[in-house]
Structure formats: C-alpha cells, structure tokens
C-alpha cells in the first residue's frame, strides 16, 4: 500500500519550515531538535538519494550518463549544477527523477512518527515553490531575513561570493510572496539567542511538550 501525504497528515500534523538562503532555516531546525521535536530534513533526504551507488544517483546515470557520476558513483553535483542552471528542460527532467523518491522518503519518514508525537517540522528550502512539498504541510513557519543581512550571512558561513548568492536569493520566491504564504514569521535579524526563544514560544503554540 502507497503512503499518501493524507495518511501521513492524519497522525501527527506537520509544520513545514521554509525561508530564503541565509535565513536562518537550519539554525531554527537546530532549536525545534533540541526541544525532541522529530525534523523531516529535505535537502538531507535529497542528498542521501543522490549519495555513492544510492537508487536517485543511478536513475540520474541511466538518464544523463555515468558522465553524471562521480568516482564513488554518487551523483556529481558541481556537473549536474552547471547543466541544469543553463537548461531549464534538464532541470525539470532531473526534478521528475528524483522529486518521486523524495517524495516517497518524506512520507515514511512522517508516517514511521510515532501517533502520540504532538508535532513535527518539514525543513524544506523550496517548499513554497513546489506544490507536492507544500501539500505535506498543515501549517507554515517562515524564518525572514532582509536581503542584504542573508547575504553577509552565507558569505561569512560558506565563503560564496556575495553575487553568487544574489543569483541564488534571485531564484528564489521573493521574500514578500514568502510572508504572504506564511502562517507564522519569525523574524531573525538580531541573535541567535532571540531566534531560538521565539521558537521555543512556537513550540508551546504548536502543543510541544
Ligand atoms: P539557512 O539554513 O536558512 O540557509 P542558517 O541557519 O545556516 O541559514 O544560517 C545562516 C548563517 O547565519 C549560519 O552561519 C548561522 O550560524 C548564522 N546565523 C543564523 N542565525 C543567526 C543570527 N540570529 N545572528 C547571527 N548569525 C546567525
């Protein structure tokens, strides 16, 4: 029996946490983990798939070629960057690949909760920019951060240069249409300390322990 994002939902509802680059997300994800809160982490997911010999890097080698493969046959993702950033087709056709099996290992994650978990958070960059990602939540928590602050951020925390990251933020949902989808804003433009307490106020909210 396949697991639907409605069988999941009925158990244990799920908040989905998103923002731009930079915002802030993972910071906050930190904070709902240490308060026991069970974090659905997508990019995790998605790397796991696309990791040496993993069901996602294979089906990206039948498709692409073993060209797409690195020497540990994981998925090379510095090639497949660069072909997808200049062809939108190859974009959407990497996506069909592997949003599938994303999909599929989000659900088990959600479904394998135990009932009694009061909630749980979907850390999900591009959860507004996907429909099927935005379907798995019951609620939305966006972390918000000015531009020019996000970008000094991920600069100083990955050595990017500033333009790289203003073309990322640029492929992004701008950061009005994000509040305009939000449930719930944390504004994260002063100290870690002051983001984490807003969370553990959100936890409360949400009838964590
Ligand atoms: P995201 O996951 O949204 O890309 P991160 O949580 O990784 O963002 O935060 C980006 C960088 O900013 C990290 O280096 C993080 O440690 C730092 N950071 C997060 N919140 C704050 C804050 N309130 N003040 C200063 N630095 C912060």
Known sequence: MTTTAHDALSLVP????????????????????????????????????????????????????????????AMNRARMRELVFSNPAARRELEALLHPLIGRDVLRAFASLSPDTPYAVFDCPLLLENKTWRGFVSRILVIDLAKEASIERVVRRSGLAPETVRSILRSQLPRRARLDAADDVVYNGSTPEALADRIKLLHKIYGGK
């Open 14 to 73: 799920v908040i989905g946490l998103t923002g731009g680059i930079g915002s802030g997300k993972s910071t906050a994800a930190a904070v709902f983990r240490s308060l026991g809160v069970p974090v659905v982490d997508a990019d995790a997911i998605s790397r796991a798939l696309t990791g040496p010999g993993a069901e996602g890097s294979l089906a990206v080698a039948r498709r692409f070629g073993d060209d797409f493969l690195d020497e540990n046959r």
